[in-house]
């Protein structure tokens, strides 16, 4: 999950993965490395935060991410994989 020190977003996107049971989220802080902020846009398309992958799969942001479990899509991402990004 690419994410900032500062974002609440991050902060509810990280708790709600928590609360489905991902363990060992891994955070690229693009605050503190302005490299992985180009990374992000160049892999996303998008200039905003949190921007989580599943795997290969971009979910997208909070938002996104909330939208994906309502729609029952969700668990069956995370069941495939061993860690969420």
């Known amino acids: 999950m690419y994410t900032t020190g500062v974002c609440p977003y991050c902060v509810m996107a990280e708790r709600f993965l928590l609360n489905k049971g991902v363990a060992g989220l891994h955070k690229i802080r693009v605050d503190l490395d302005p490299s992985q902020r180009d990374t992000m846009i160049n892999r996303t398309g998008r200039r ?21 479990d309502r729609a029952g899509d969700l668990d069956p991402l995370l069941a495939n994989t061993t860690s969420g990004q």
């Open 48 to 68: 905003t935060v949190p921007q989580i992958f599943i795997n290969d799969t971009h979910v997208g942001g909070y938002e996104d991410l909330v939208a994906l």
